[in-house]
Structures are given as C-alpha cells and as structure tokens.
C-alpha cells in the first residue's frame, strides 16, 4: 500500500523567501514521487519527478526536491518565493511508476505575500 | 499547440440528469483518465483507458461511465447513481509508458442541484 501525506494545507511566504513545501510518503518499496502544481481553474502540471538515481531533482520554474529514503520524504523548495508561485501543489507517489497507480497528496496552497 | 481540451469549463445540470463531459486530446497518448477533484482533498482517480475500446474503473467509478471509441476522445457521463455528483473534473493523458508523467486538462466543474 501506498499513502503520502502533505504537511500544511496553506502556507504563506513573503516575495524573496525560501519556500518549503512538506511531503512525507509511506511505501513498502523505493517509490516514484511527483510534485504538481496547480494554478486556480486550470489542471495540474508537472514540476518535478523522481524515479531513480539522483536523489535531488530539479524541475520547472526553480523549484527543486530532495528525495530523503532515511525520513521518507520528498519537500519542495525554491529559495527565493515570487508573486507568481501563489499556487496549489500536490504530491504524489507511485509504487508502479504508472499513472494509474499514482496516489496524490490533498495538496498546500502556497501565498505569496509582498 | 498539443494539448487536452475539456468542455464545457462550467456545467450546470438538475439531480436526476445523466451529463457528459468530453475531453479530447491532439498529443497521441496511448492512456487516458478521469480525476474528481474535491476541496480539501487530492484527486481520486475514476477511470482510466490505457488503449482504444478498454478501459479500466479507478478508486470511485461507482456513478460513472466511460468509453474510448477513438484515440483521442474519452468522454466521462456522470449518471444519476452518482450520489454527490458536484466536483471538478479533470481529464489528463500520457504515453502510457513508465514513469510518463500526466498532462491535464483545465477541468470542468460540474454543479448538481
């Protein structure tokens, strides 16, 4: 069984600061983990993935993730917030590497604040 | 531009009423899915179809139905078994292949009165 857990259903950080997004996962084997953002009535889009090798991705937009197997975790960060971040972010994890099997996060809406 | 095309953005529809929402993709992917989408909640997963004329139910198909006919079309009908019907709705596609990330929609949000 697969679960991942999103710490924080909002938070907000001033334009400049480091942004930290929470993701912790529950896996019985190495997983695959996502990050997606959402921006208000659109769909979700890719930021980052992980699969193997690696263990600090990075992906669109500045962001990047740290896959930590010793704290089953998988945070987000950019180091320097913009208005333009203001968005939901979800997490998900895949025991499969298939999309069908991909379990999502209740997701963290980020504010940025000036 | 590729992409998945969702319609309508906004659909308004009477308790009792069977509705369809359509989505259509340009990009050539094999797999094809339903997500709902509640507040405060992650997306769950309602069908899926990993190749034409088959698909396969998610974690909450009950209340729904799907069919995928040609490559890029896989309309979702939310019937009247479906008990909270009121959601958005996202529709999203990829190669099918492992570790092929999604590409979604911009969703439909369905209101039931």
């Known amino acids: 069984a697969q679960s991942v857990t999103q710490l924080g259903s909002h938070v907000s950080v001033s334009e400049g600061a480091l942004v930290l997004l929470r993701c912790n996962y529950s896996?019985?084997?190495?997983?695959?983990l996502f990050w997606y953002v959402q921006y208000p009535n659109q769909g979700l889009q890719l930021l980052l993935k992980?699969?193997?090798?690696?263990?600090l991705v990075k992906g669109i937009n500045g962001f990047e993730a740290e896959f930590k197997k010793s704290e089953t975790s998988f945070h987000l960060t950019k180091p320097s917030a913009h208005m333009s971040d203001a968005a939901e972010y979800f997490c998900?994890?895949?025991?499969?590497?298939?999309?069908?099997?991909?379990?999502f996060g209740t997701g963290t809406r980020l504010q940025v604040t000036l | 531009d590729g992409g998945i095309t969702q319609s309508p953005k906004y659909l308004f529809r009477k308790e009792g009423q069977n509705v369809t929402l359509s989505c259509e993709q340009n990009?050539?992917?094999?797999?094809m899915y339903w997500y709902r989408q509640d507040p405060g909640q992650g997306l769950r997963l309602i069908y899926y179809?990993?190749?034409?004329?088959?698909?396969q139910k998610g974690d909450i198909a009950e209340g729904y139905s799907v069919s995928r006919e040609k490559k890029e079309s896989f309309p979702l009908t939310v019937t009247s078994a479906q008990k909270n019907p009121t959601a958005f709705y996202l529709c999203?596609?990829?190669?099918?292949?492992?570790?092929?990330?999604?590409?979604f929609g911009n969703g439909t949000r369905l209101t039931v009165t």
């Open positions: 999203a596609s990829s190669r099918g292949q492992l570790n092929s990330p999604l590409h």
């Open positions: 896996s019985s084997v190495p997983p695959y």
């Open positions: 992980y699969t193997t090798g690696a263990t």
């Open positions: 998900a994890v895949s025991l499969t590497g298939t999309a069908s099997k991909l379990t």
């Open positions: 990009l050539n992917h094999d797999a």
């Open positions: 179809s990993q190749i034409v004329n088959d698909f």
